[in-house]
């Protein structure tokens, strides 16, 4: 690129209606000059080519991604992970705020995808390591989707659970069994305390435990264990398939007694959860798979926060999430960074609750609330409940009793020696 034509991707935020462009946050590593770099990561992304030839004329000003901010630092070591095929030259690190006009792809996932995501992002020229660390949208943007349908407050409506954590439960083992042993332990788990039994992300509808019937039992086991405990429960059942059974799922599922869907996210596809929003009838929860291949890596893909506010935005009223200590091996600022693109402003879309998961039990309660800050979270355990060694309503009463400790200001510890099973549960999964 000459220098005119670098400086035709570069714009201040004064110069610009910012209403017509949303904000991307990028790390990336270049060889050569980091401005050209830049400017070459804008033009991919939008106007590769904004003439024709042998015609005057220049559609940047209207259609190209600009540079807002560019920072730099050389690299004298060369890039931080080997590249086969990068470039050769002066490697920098650097971090580039670009504001790109979302009349390029309308407010279309799929197309949205395409251009911050796809191609002219992670194959620009001089930039073999790049990630997109933030996504940001103008009011004007969002007004064109729904969002959430219920959202945090919708929830806890449902449940009529209020001032404190929803609890979710994994019923495990989570693949193997028929419905009706199944929806045994769900029915246990209820009982014990938790508000929402689920289906693992991987148990859909099989042959060896049909959704139809998994749902009928489970639907049956949900209504019993409101009646008796007085309080509403939710089954969730998992819906993920290929994208023309969603809506037949949808409507299997919650005429037996779902009172909430599952949906893998991103194999299933965001813009198939945004047209799944339209007729659902209930709560719709995001599940993780396929996150960590493209957000693991600090200098590579995208993180993952980017996909929450996409999930948010799709439709999503609780997004599930790689969440703290080792087992999820994501650090836990961008744990945060997520559980904040759950709950922060964004126009008008409600807030969708967040739930940072991974191998919790009533051991981890406390901490989970603690980083968190505030009760508008899930709590999700798995073998915590249904691996609970009095079994899965011991399991259930143990988050109940660890929660009410932590609201009472009582520690943990001290409130199982009068509390069973709890105590079982401090002993049993302690240490993870």
């Known amino acids: 690129m000459t220098p005119d034509d670098i400086a035709g991707f570069y714009a201040t935020r004064a110069e610009l209606d910012l209403d017509d462009y949303i ?4 790390d990336f590593e270049c060889a050569g000059d980091p401005r050209e770099a830049a400017a070459h990561l804008c033009s991919e992304q939008s106007t590769a080519q904004w ?3 042998g015609i005057d004329e220049d559609f940047r000003p209207r259609f190209a991604a600009k540079v807002l901010e560019l920072s730099a630092e050389r690299r004298p070591s ?3 992970t080997p590249v086969e095929c990068a470039v050769r030259g002066e490697v920098h690190a650097c971090r580039v705020t670009i504001a790109h006009p979302h009349r390029n792809f309308g407010p279309k996932i799929p197309n949205l995808l395409s251009a911050v995501c796809g191609e002219g992002v992670f194959f620009s020229p001089g930039i073999p390591l790049i990630r997109l660390q933030d996504i940001r949208f103008p009011d004007s943007y969002l007004a064109a989707f729904e969002g959430p349908r219920f959202g945090v407050a919708g929830l806890r409506e449902r449940l009529q659970a209020y001032d404190r954590p929803i609890f979710f439960g994994v019923i495990k083992p989570n693949i193997g069994l028929p419905a009706e042993p199944f929806a045994e332990l769900g029915y246990q788990s209820w009982l014990g305390g938790l508000d929402i039994a689920k289906d ?3 148990l859909a509808d099989v042959d060896w435990c049909p959704l139809a019937e998994r749902a009928a039992l489970l639907g049956d086991a949900c209504r019993r264990a409101a009646q008796e405990t007085g309080v509403p429960k939710i089954y969730l059942a998992n819906i ?3 994208v023309d059974r969603l809506v037949e799922l949808h409507d299997v599922a919650v005429a037996a007694g779902a009172g909430a869907l599952l949906i893998n996210a991103i194999p299933v596809g965001l813009s198939a959860v945004r ?3 339209k007729v659902a009838r209930v709560p719709l929860i995001a599940h993780f798979p396929f996150i960590a291949a493209f957000s693991r890596l600090a200098n590579y893909g995208i993180h993952s926060r980017v996909m929450t506010r996409l999930q948010r935005l799709a439709g999503f009223d609780v997004v599930i999430m790689p969440g703290f200590g080792p087992r999820m091996m994501t650090p836990e600022h961008e744990v945060m960074d997520c559980v904040r693109a759950c709950l922060e402003p964004m126009g008008a879309i409600k807030p969708c609750l967040p739930v940072p998961g991974g191998s919790d039990s009533a051991a981890t309660l406390e901490g989970v609330y603690r980083k ?3 009760v508008d979270f899930g709590f999700v355990p798995g073998r915590g409940v249904f691996g609970h060694p009095m079994g899965p309503a011991a399991g259930a009463a143990s988050l109940r009793q660890a929660w009410d400790a932590i609201a009472a200001g009582i520690p943990v ?3 199982a020696a009068s509390h069973p099973e709890l105590a079982a549960a401090l002993q049993a999964f302690g240490g993870r």
């Open 413 to 415: 510890g001290e409130h």
């Open 275 to 277: 047209m799944l929003r």
């Open 51 to 53: 003439r024709r030839v």
């Open 240 to 242: 993920t398939d290929e």
């Open 23 to 26: 904000e991307l946050d990028f």
């Open 78 to 80: 060369g890039f931080s």
């Open 200 to 202: 693992d992300e991987m």
């Open 372 to 374: 968190v800050g505030s």
